[in-house]
């Protein structure tokens, strides 16, 4: 009912004031008549059958005052709902000039159209200022992130350049790591990029998920025995439609992670069935995840405390595009305490490999 507040009052004032207007033309000359016949007797004979130059005098005044009291009437109305439009309009050219934190204000909220109108004008804003912020955040971040390796590619070239450096196989495989930082580092912000711009297609095929989780495990094998750690798999055999090579992409940045913030031990992932979905879960032995963080891990260039990422590194994009992955696939990423205080990351998508929102395209096997 709400959604008709303002035709319902625009229609039953306009109703009012045209009764008004009637009500004082009939009631007004009756009056009148009443006290004009008892002062001035009508002279004998029959009455007149059409109304007298005087009549019309008459009922034009009474028009007159109900059209003057109409008017006032609709100025009032105007007034009321003009005040929040030029107040939408005023906001609407402040944005266009650039200032994002202008507002509408609502007046009257008894007008429901019109304060409904001005809330999602707001809305709109402050997604449009959070979207500015949020750009000049991710580009000053992505600038930070890109300056290390390229100084460090930079000043080792110039080295080379100038005799400084002698060329030899450690400084080469040096350069070769900085290069690959940078081009994980890009690969990671375009899979997030098109995952926000829900533009991320996969190459959905059906897909031995046993074998895609060996082979994410062999790259990693031997950084992660480097730094002290076992790894420990339990899956059960399972083809579907899915992109493997984005599922071992996810995988791969889970056990990356792991590698850099977890407590040397055994990294146990897991595959299985619940009901309708497939869950890879990817668990280590601590030491886990303040609540604080746990609700943000996986946005974007979202990092612990900043001790911690000094030591260890990292872009911060890692459980980002795990997360874009999964919700590519219809799915979702998520985050658990283990029964040890560990971390325990899931990536759950749907058996069929479908996606379970509009996006479905986005999936659709490529021809």
């Keep these: 009912m709400r959604h008709y507040r303002l035709s319902r009052q625009i229609t039953l004032s306009m109703s009012i004031v045209a009764a008004i207007a009637v009500l004082m033309v009939f009631v007004g000359t009756f009056i009148f008549y009443t006290i004009y016949l008892i002062w001035f007797p009508p002279p004998p004979g029959p009455p007149p059958l059409l109304p ?203 056990l990356e992670n792991a590698r850099r913030y977890a407590t040397p031990g055994t990294i146990e992932i897991r595959m299985n069935l619940d009901k309708q979905d497939v869950v890879i879960a990817v668990a280590d032995e601590g030491p886990g995840l303040s609540a604080e963080f746990a609700a943000r891990a996986f946005d974007a260039f979202a990092r612990a405390e900043p001790s911690r990422s000094r030591k260890f590194g990292g872009s911060g994009l890692g459980l980002s595009v795990v997360r874009a992955i999964a919700e590519a696939h219809g799915g979702h990423a998520r985050y658990s305490t283990s029964e040890k205080g560990g971390s325990v990351f899931e990536i759950v998508f749907p058996i069929d490999g479908a996606p379970a929102d509009s996006n479905a395209a986005s999936c659709a096997p490529k021809v």
């Design 52 to 254: 007298e130059a005087s009549d019309f005098i008459l009922i034009a005044i009474f028009l007159l005052l109900g059209l003057a009291i109409a008017i006032h009437t609709a100025l009032r109305l105007t007034r009321r709902i003009l005040a929040p439009l030029n107040s939408l309009a005023e906001g609407a050219r402040k944005i266009a000039a650039g200032d994002l934190t202008a507002r509408a204000v609502a007046g009257d909220r008894s007008l429901g159209e019109t304060a409904q109108l001005v809330d999602d004008f707001n809305a709109m804003a402050q997604r449009l200022q959070d979207v500015a912020q949020s750009m000049a955040s991710w580009n000053a971040t992505i600038a930070h992130e890109l300056r290390t390796p390229l100084t460090i590619l930079r000043g080792s070239l110039h080295g080379l350049a100038d005799g400084v450096f002698e060329p030899n196989d450690k400084l080469f495989r040096s350069l070769l790591t900085q290069v690959e930082n940078l081009s994980r580092l890009v690969e990671d912000l375009r899979v997030v990029t098109l995952s926000d711009s829900q533009r991320l297609d996969l190459r959905v095929e059906r897909t031995d998920l046993v074998k895609e989780v060996q082979q994410a495990v062999n790259a990693m094998r031997p950084a992660l025995e480097g730094a002290g750690f076992s790894v420990q798999i339990t899956t059960e055999p399972l083809t579907l439609p899915c992109d493997g090579a984005r599922i071992r992409q996810a995988l791969l940045a889970l």
